[in-house]
């Protein structure tokens, strides 16, 4: 029989992940409740959890980990002539809410969206205007071809979700993303779970233990997601 999660008020904390496995309760579900405020997201990612779903909001913390090495993620040859080609204008934070509005809508390679409801929109949008939550954008022709966003901590960057309307759009995005993570000094890169999208390029697996672990020397760093590469590199 599984035990019931921990139920949240408006005190800001959360239960243990590490603790949840132990308690026999649903794999990665750490707590019920709460709200969406920029500091119970801010505590929630620093402790190695995020939200999912919505009336209520669950928080979650998976045992196996899905994660992006940042030295281990695969350019397949046909991304890489598109890269080399220039067929995307690639941004920084230029279109944040457009992104993650795209991302909430039913499309290729995006399977269940409904998480994404209009509550989270506006949290993570707060987020972004906090500084913490950010987007990489693929542009053709003037229009928003596919992109990425998540949230950056410390040395730690957390991929919500992605997108595209144009074929490889949403991948040299997230190429983008990989590079300009790897050029700031950032050393954990989560995705949550591995997708049809993602295995390809890379993701792999880890123990919540590792992930936990590393994520506690990650956010440490001071890493600068948003303003100018550190001198002497692109």
């Known amino acids: 029989m599984k035990a019931t999660p921990t139920i949240l008020g408006n005190r800001l904390w959360f239960p243990d992940p590490k603790q949840t496995a132990a308690s026999g309760r649903i794999n990665g579900l750490v707590a019920v409740g709460g709200d969406l405020s920029v500091?119970?997201?801010?505590?929630?990612?620093?402790?190695?959890?995020?939200?999912?779903?919505?009336?209520?909001?669950?928080w979650w913390s998976p045992d196996p980990r899905a994660i992006f090495e940042l030295d281990g993620f695969h350019v397949p040859r046909s991304l890489k002539r598109v890269l080399r080609q220039g067929v995307f204008e690639i941004t920084i934070d230029r279109a944040f809410r457009a992104v993650i509005e795209s991302c909430a809508v039913a499309g290729p390679g995006r399977g269940d969206t409904s998480w994404i409801t209009p509550r989270f929109v506006e949290a993570y949008t707060r987020l972004h205007e906090a500084g913490h939550a950010h987007s990489v954008e693929c542009w053709q022709h003037g229009k928003l071809a596919g992109g990425v966003y998540g949230v950056a901590l410390g040395g730690l960057f957390a991929g919500e979700s992605m997108f595209h309307r144009v074929s490889n759009a949403s991948k040299a995005a997230l190429a983008a993303l990989v590079a300009r993570l790897q050029q700031r000094g950032f050393t954990l890169f989560d995705i949550q779970?591995?997708?049809?999208?993602?295995?390809?390029?890379?993701?792999?697996?880890?123990?919540?233990?590792?992930?936990?672990?590393?994520?506690?020397?990650?956010?440490?760093?001071?890493?600068?997601f948003?303003?100018?590469?550190?001198?002497?590199?692109?």
């Open 39 to 58: 500091s119970r997201l801010l505590l929630a990612y620093r402790s190695g959890i995020f939200p999912w779903g919505d009336e209520p909001i669950t």
């Open 193 to 224: 779970m591995i997708t049809p999208a993602t295995a390809p390029l890379g993701a792999e697996l880890i123990s919540r233990d590792d992930y936990l672990a590393r994520l506690v020397a990650a956010i440490r760093l001071d890493c600068d």
């Open 226 to 234: 948003a303003g100018p590469a550190p001198r002497g590199m692109g």
